[in-house]
């Protein structure tokens, strides 16, 4: 069980911005990831659709007989239902609780933003977990969907200007009020940090989604006592379900690496 691979998805190639992080801390675990690209985005869609997708995408992770599954995508951990998650039998995390904890245990003003797809922030759910944690915390939730788009287009350098006037547009009701804490509540925007940082200046802490659910998962998997114990690194597979050609040319960007594994495409 310990050699099984933990299951990665996202409606695309932003939850490969999950996998970096995992690659780095955790080095010796193998890796599968799926990326519904025939699909995506999900952020733009219904509840329901999302719900549907997301079981798909774990139903073909079971199949490769995972120890752990990461929905590393903003909108599908805002949305999926407890009673899908109690059903799975591995350890399941989504990337809302582990960015909310480390928000929540940082901000001192108890002002926290959230940067996320529409069906994110239409959902509520960052907010309600955060007001489990800290039941006084004002939350100011910004759907940011044009970002998805412009990230996907490798509209991502500091000095872009197109990327630049719209975030100075999604970001300017935060301007100038007590924020000190902003959740990057979608796997596609920590390519944006530099630009958001900016934007917001070096008083607002950014809540790096990938960075803090490789954390996450690599105490689930120690207290379950699921780490992997071999010595070499892991192994990588990624599946898609559009070409596996543009995923491997965008994949560079969101790796930081050029992928090292094997890309295949699948049929849900
Ligand atoms: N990566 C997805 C997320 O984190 C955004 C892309 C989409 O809309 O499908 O929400």
Redesign the pocket.
Known sequence: MNNSAIGIF??????LTVVKELKRILPHENLVYFG?TGR??????SRQTIIDYAKQDLSFLKSKEIKMAIA???????VLPNEIIDELPFPYTG?LLPAVQTACSKTISGHIGVL?????IRSGAYGKAIRTILPNARITGIPC?LF?PLV?NGYVQRDNQVTRLVAQDYLKQVLGSDIDTLIL?????PLLKAIIGDIVGPDVRLID?GRETARFAASVLTSEGLLNTQEERGSYSFFVSDSPESFTESANLFLGDPVNGHVEQILL
């Open positions: 996202d409606s695309g190639v932003g939850g519904d995506v985005p999900y952020g733009t869609r590393a995508c903003g909108t599908v951990s805002a990337v996320g797809t529409s069906a994110t969907p998805v996907e509540g979608c796997t596609h925007f989604p």
